[in-house]
C-alpha cells in the first residue's frame, strides 16, 4: 500500500530556510513522478514543484529561484529545500504521487513563515 510521510515543516522567521522530507513507499519510488503541494489557510491547494521519473525539476510560480526539489533513490525520498522563505509560502506541504491511476496524498507538514 502506498504511504507518503512529509517532515520537516516548522515556524521560521522571514528570509529563513526549511527542508521537507517526504518518505515513499509501497510502490518503485524511482519509476514516478513526485511533487510538492501547498495548501495556505481559505485557499486551493497548488502546486509547488515536481521531480520527474528521469530527473528533471519544474518549480511553479513564485518558488522559483528559492526552492529545490530532489529525489533520493536510495531512500525512496523527495526534498524540498526552502530558501529566502516569505509570509506568503505559509501554509500546509503535501507530498503527492499519481501511481496506479490513483492520487496519493501525505498528511501534510505545516510551514509557518513570520516573524
Known amino acids: 500500500q502506498v504511504q507518503l510521510v512529509e517532515s520537516g515543516g516548522g515556524l521560521v522567521q522571514p528570509g529563513g530556510s526549511l527542508r521537507l522530507s517526504c518518505a515513499a513507499s509501497?510502490?518503485?519510488?524511482?519509476?514516478?513522478?513526485m511533487s510538492w503541494f501547498r495548501q495556505a489557510p481559505g485557499k486551493q491547494r497548488e502546486l509547488v514543484a515536481i521531480?520527474?521519473?528521469?530527473?528533471?525539476?519544474v518549480y511553479v510560480g513564485s518558488v522559483k529561484g528559492r526552492f529545490t526539489i530532489s529525489g533520493d533513490n536510495s531512500k525512496n525520498t523527495v526534498y524540498l529545500q526552502m530558501n529566502s522563505l516569505k509570509p506568503e509560502d505559509t501554509g500546509a506541504y503535501y507530498c503527492y504521487v499519481f501511481y496506479g491511476s490513483r492520487n496519493y496524498w501525505g498528511q501534510g507538514t505545516q510551514v509557518t513563515v513570520s516573524s
Open positions: 521531480f520527474t521519473s528521469d530527473s528533471r525539476t
Open positions: 509501497g510502490f518503485t519510488f524511482s519509476n514516478y513522478d
